[in-house]
Antibody
C-alpha cells in the first residue's frame, strides 16, 4: 500500500523559504507512470494545487505560485521536496503531498496526511 | 481560468436520507471531474473520477453524474461516516492546472 509522509519546518518566518519533504513508501518514485504533487489548504479554506514533478525531474507549477516554487526529486531517498520562497502569512496552510497518474492536469488518488506550516514572526 | 462553483455551501441531512451535491464549471470540462471527501483533521479521499467512475473501495451509495459544465454527486443513503466536506475538482484546463470547488459541508440534521 502506497504511503506518503510529509515532513519539514512547521514555523517559518515571513520572507523566508518554506521547505518540506514527502517520503514515499510502498512504491518507487523511479518506476515512472506517476506525477508527485504538492497541494495546500489554508485553515478552514479550500484546496490549492501547487505543482508536480515527474520521476525524470520535469516540473509543472501553478502559474500563480510559479515564481516562488521549486519542486525537486531525490530518487535515491525515494522522496520529493517543495521549496516556497518569500513566504507571507497567506502561505500559512496544511501542505499535502499526493500522487497522480501521468496526465498534464491530474487528479489525486493518494494523499499524505498533511503538515501544518505557519508563517509568523 | 475555469472556476468551479459548488452548491449548496452546506447541507443538513438525516441519516438514511439522500444527499445531492452540485458542482458547476465556468466552461466545459467534458467529464474531467473528480470528487473528494474530507473529514476533519484528515486529508481528502478520492471518491469519483471521470465524473462517474468510483475509485477503488468506494461504496456504491456514492454516485457521480454530469458532463460539460454541470455535475452531481449523490449519496443515496447517508451513513454516519459520510458527514464531511465534499470537494469537486476539474482536471481539464492547462494552464493553470487542477482547480477545486470551495466545498459542500454535509451535516447531520
Amino acid at each position: 500500500q502506497l504511503q506518503l509522509q510529509e515532513s519539514g519546518s512547521g514555523l517559518v518566518m515571513p520572507s523566508q523559504t518554506l521547505s518540506l519533504t514527502c517520503a514515499v513508501s510502498g512504491g518507487s518514485i523511479s518506476s515512472g507512470g506517476y506525477s508527485w504533487n504538492w497541494i495546500r489548504q489554508p485553515p478552514g479554506k479550500g484546496l490549492e494545487w501547487i505543482g508536480y514533478i515527474y520521476q525524470n525531474g520535469n516540473t509543472y507549477y501553478n502559474p500563480s505560485l510559479k515564481s516562488r516554487v521549486t519542486i525537486s526529486v531525490d530518487r535515491s531517498e525515494n522522496q520529493f521536496s517543495l521549496r516556497l520562497s518569500s513566504v507571507t502569512a497567506a502561505d500559512t496552510a496544511v501542505y499535502y503531498c499526493a500522487r497522480a497518474e501521468v496526465m498534464i492536469v491530474p487528479y489525486f488518488h493518494y494523499w499524505g496526511q498533511g503538515t501544518l506550516v505557519t508563517v509568523s514572526s | 481560468e475555469i472556476v468551479m462553483t459548488q452548491s449548496p455551501a452546506s447541507l443538513s441531512v438525516s441519516p438514511g436520507e439522500r444527499a445531492t451535491l452540485s458542482c458547476r464549471a465556468s466552461q466545459s470540462i467534458s467529464s474531467k471531474l473528480a470528487w473528494y471527501q474530507q473529514k476533519p483533521g484528515q486529508s481528502p479521499r478520492l471518491l469519483i473520477y471521470g465524473a462517474s467512475t468510483r475509485a477503488t473501495g468506494i461504496p456504491d451509495r456514492f454516485s457521480g453524474s454530469g458532463s460539460g459544465t454541470e455535475f452531481t454527486l449523490t449519496i443515496s443513503s447517508l451513513q454516519s461516516e459520510d458527514f464531511a466536506v465534499y470537494y469537486c475538482q476539474q482536471y481539464s484546463n492547462w494552464p493553470p492546472g487542477p482547480g477545486f470547488g470551495q466545498g459542500t459541508k454535509v451535516q447531520i440534521k
